[in-house]
């Protein structure tokens, strides 16, 4: 019996390199729809990957408070959007000085610029840094790690001193092969002593977490002196079971320092590490339906093709089949035969078709700074898709092929 299957196995091949252009074309038509499949998987997983990465390491024990939600609700065309009001020094001044919530840390930032050229000596970076004004919680509310130095502490903050802790960018670009600790660095004129360099976070959609600079907030604001600032807070609470009282305490604290009454609404928004998580699977979600219905229409286009393909191939062995059928050959060998040619051709369709899905999910993720991962679960599915596409279409041309009289076939031209 298995002698018999490899030699089935063996004639498909034969047939296969007989027919080398069709079967070209059709691994072709099959590779694509797996393409679209694996493809798309692979670029949302990336996407997911890498927005669920950058709020999970905030934890969810924590919640921003800033201008407007993470998502603007959307609003008919007669109604008026809504504007809020910055929030100013004076308003996170006065949350640090009458937010006593236990277990809280309180972190306030504001972003200086994105634009700043820092130096060292004679070397200087290109007008891209960022630099953010922040006090002693920032680095730890926003999961920031530091790998070489020590972070901002209260009496950098408290003190106004001019020290910074530096991105791993930033440390490439200005000591490729020294310690940047204790060295001196300049922003716009002023001098800056590097405590700490972070942990490399990567880039996200083109913005280089990395190429930054944060120094005490006092000091930023003696040097960024805008007055329209908008500053974020962020609070930590060390226990997860005191979030939700946290959050709503915080939330009236707030409203009684914008001077709301109880009637009106917030002018400005909150935000849960874990609620953006949930709305990003809800978007990957949808993305992922999306993938799927793609994928599916055009495998089923795939489906048709190589059925059709097959049956050409039946019509064009007729004789073939006659003569093998006239040495003894059973209807269930020749019938093995053309599935297995089908499930061949399936399978080489599908590898090509992970292959070309999975350096199109790198190339996107690559193009936009996502974090890529190997799409195994995408790449498992094709392949099962791409063995039940080989088995539909070969069904019904091998049935075909195995139900022809020998006679008939043998006096076919």
Do not use: H
Not at 176 to 187: L, Q
Not at 267 to 274: A, M
């Amino acid at each position: 019996m298995f002698s018999l299957a490899r030699e089935n196995v063996k004639i498909a091949f034969g047939s296969i390199k007989s027919q080398l252009l069709r079967t070209i074309l059709t691994v072709l038509i099959i590779a694509i729809g797996i393409m679209a499949l694996v493809g798309i998987l692979s670029g949302v997983s990336a996407l997911e990957n890498t927005i669920s990465s950058n709020f999970s390491s905030m934890g969810s024990n924590t919640f921003n408070i800033q201008r407007y939600e993470f998502t603007a609700q959307r609003q008919s065309s007669r109604e008026r959007q809504k504007i809020n009001p910055v929030i100013s020094y004076r308003n996170v001044k006065e949350f640090e000085d009458n937010y006593n919530y236990p277990f809280t840390k309180v972190a306030v930032v504001f972003t200086g610029t994105i634009s700043a050229e820092v130096k060292y000596g004679n070397i200087k970076t290109d007008p891209e840094v960022t630099i953010l004004g922040a006090n002693e919680n920032f680095i730890e509310n926003s999961g920031l790690e530091v790998e070489n130095g020590r972070s901002l502490n209260v009496f950098d903050i408290e003190n106004s001193n001019a020290v910074t802790v530096i991105g791993s960018d930033l440390q490439k670009a200005l000591f490729p092969e020294e310690n940047p600790i204790d060295k001196v660095i300049s922003v716009r004129g002023s001098k800056f002593r590097v405590i700490g360099v972070l942990k490399e976070k990567g880039a996200t959609f083109g913005n280089n977490q990395d190429l930054r600079a944060i120094i005490p907030i006092q000091k930023a604001r003696s040097i960024f002196t805008n007055p329209r600032i908008n500053y974020g807070l962020s609070i930590k609470v060390d226990k997860q079971d005191m979030i939700e009282a946290a959050q709503d305490d915080a939330i009236l604290t707030f409203r009684n320092i914008r001077g709301l009454n109880p009637v009106e609404e917030n002018d400005f928004g909150i935000e849960r590490s874990d609620d953006l998580l949930n709305r990003v699977a809800e978007n990957t979600a949808a993305l992922y339906i999306a993938a799927w219905i793609i994928s599916i229409i055009t495998i089923f286009g795939s489906t048709i093709a190589l059925m059709n393909i097959m049956l050409v191939s039946v019509t064009e062995r007729t004789r073939e089949i006659g003569v093998r059928k006239a040495l003894g050959a059973k209807s269930r060998t020749i019938a093995f035969q053309f599935f297995m040619e089908t499930i061949i051709i399936g399978q080489l369709g599908g590898l090509l078709g992970i292959l070309l899905g999975i350096l199109i999910g790198w190339a996107v993720a690559s193009g936009f700074s996502l974090q890529f991962s190997t799409p195994w679960v995408a790449m498992i599915w094709a392949t099962s898709i791409a063995f039940i596409v080989a088995v539909i279409s070969g069904l019904y041309p091998a049935t075909k092929a195995a139900k022809l009289d020998p006679i008939e076939s043998l006096r076919y031209e």
